[in-house]
């Protein structure tokens, strides 16, 4: 069973970095896809960044200019989210899940909500100015 535990957000000032971890501790965490989503204060959860199977494609959305990196190591069955140069609007509650397709290795469009299916619980990523 898929088990997902998100972990390094925390305080950070703008320009600052963090860098968040996804561990599935009890799925079959090389068989799918990954993916990256956000909840910012009082609005939508939106996508952020994924994955896919070999890690061979990463996708972003396109808000981020190039300041996060989606990585992932199937040995440790463990996602990683580097972010760089943050800012305000960045400060929201960090989520990963699993894509619901068996060994994606292409997405045809942008990842969406949709896509994923066994979420994390959170972590709270807060860039003050």
């Known amino acids: 069973q898929v088990q997902l535990v998100e972990s390094g957000g925390g305080l950070v000032q703008t320009g600052g970095s963090l860098r968040l971890s996804c561990v599935d501790g009890?799925?079959?965490?090389?068989?799918?896809?990954m993916g990256w989503f956000r909840q910012p204060p009082g609005k939508e959860r939106e996508f952020v960044a994924a994955v896919t199977v070999n890690g061979g494609q990463t996708y972003y959305s396109d808000s981020l200019e190039g300041r996060f990196t989606v990585s992932r190591d199937n040995a440790k069955n463990t996602m990683y989210l580097q972010m760089n140069n943050l800012k305000p609007e960045d400060t929201a509650v960090y989520y990963c899940a699993v894509d619901n397709t068996y060994g994606r290795r292409v997405y045809f469009h942008q990842p969406q909500f949709s896509d994923f299916e066994f979420w994390g619980q959170g972590t709270q990523v807060t860039v003050s100015s």
């Open positions: 009890g799925g079959t965490f090389s068989n799918n896809a």
